[in-house]
Nanobody
Framework: QVRLVESGGGLVEPGGSLRLSCVASGSSFSITQMGWHRQAPGKQREMVAF???????NYADPVKGRFTISRDVAKNTVYLEMNSLKPEDTAVYYC??????????????WGQGTQVTVSS
């Protein structure tokens, strides 16, 4: 099946920046949408940003103006540029993708997540 692997998480000071990456791989698949969710301790998982194609971007209100999603369709990769980070951005960030596997209908796939910690 489709595999999603995130990278780029880590520890950053408030006001700093991080760039997350997610690469999709598999024997044969076609992606229709890629994006990011996050889950902080004691909170429900929430949508952060997603993109259809390589230009139709959507953002959750708390990150608008600070985060930017981009996608390299040819490389099956999605990025999340996070600027002006706040302690409340601390969470595990999960990559997700809607894709057609080699055989079968459209499915939603999730990565394992990458930890982002905003702290002094």
């Amino acid at each position: 099946q489709v595999r999603l692997v995130e990278s780029g998480g880590g520890l950053v000071e408030p006001g700093g920046s991080l760039r997350l990456s997610c690469v999709a791989s598999g024997s044969s698949f076609s992606i229709t949408q890629m994006g990011w969710h996050r889950q902080a301790p004691g909170k429900q998982r929430e949508m952060v940003a997603f993109m259809r194609g390589n230009s139709d971007a959507n953002y959750a209100d708390p990150v608008k103006g600070r985060f930017t999603i981009s996608r390299d369709v040819a490389k099956n990769t999605v990025y999340l540029e996070m600027n002006s980070l706040k302690p409340e951005d601390t969470a595990v960030y999960y990559c997700n993708s809607y894709a057609f596997p080699e055989r079968g209908p459209l499915q939603l796939y999730w990565g394992q997540g990458t930890q982002v910690t905003v702290s002094s």
